[in-house]
């Protein structure tokens, strides 16, 4: 039986997520899903399918590993066009691995990106705070954590010493 609880925290609250993950076969990254609402690329499809996802009536979200090279998502000349992308989702693959942050870090401040930018993977309560803190915000909260402890974990803090992207909601 599927968890009946949401998992997504965006705008500072709960919503299902209908959101999904296209998953190519290894040999032809350049297959993509229909133009269709609701769509995950991985990066790697993203790059070879660029032109044709732009083109679909129905924007798709892109998946960065953490070892993505902004490069690859932003295409010529160092600037991203965000036409035809709907959201940018980051995958932590462990709560240990701060990859992510930076990824996020760049894409609001160096690349100016201003679309929803989404934490996956092992995103867990204690991590949500400050994943908001440098762009994030939306997350796919960790099965087995309880989303409405990690709606509260924003409220831990009231004073930062570091600069932010924004304060979380």
Excluded at 93 to 105: I, M, V
Excluded at 107 to 118: A, D, I, P, S, V
Aim: glycine share 8%; charged share 20%; proline share 9%.
């Amino acid at each position: 039986m599927p968890d009946a609880v949401p998992h997504l925290i965006r705008n500072g609250q709960l919503e299902a997520d209908t959101w999904r993950v296209h998953a190519p076969a290894e040999d032809a990254p350049e297959a993509l899903p229909a133009d269709e609402p609701g769509w995950i690329v991985p990066l790697a499809s993203w790059k070879a399918g660029r032109d044709a996802l732009r083109a679909r009536h129905h924007p798709v979200g892109v998946l960065l590993p953490p070892d993505a090279d902004l490069a690859d998502l932003a295409g010529p000349g160092d600037t991203l066009d965000p036409a035809g992308i709907a959201l940018i989702a980051i995958d932590f693959p462990a709560y240990t691995d701060g990859r992510g942050y930076s990824l996020a870090q760049l894409l609001r401040n160096r690349y100016g990106y201003q679309g929803e930018l989404r934490a996956v993977g092992d995103v867990m309560i204690d991590t949500i705070h400050y994943q908001a803190r440098v762009g994030f915000d939306s997350f796919l909260v960790k099965p087995g954590h309880d989303p409405e402890k990690a709606l509260a974990a924003f409220k831990t803090f009231s004073v930062h010493y570091q600069k932010t992207y924004r304060a979380p909601a």
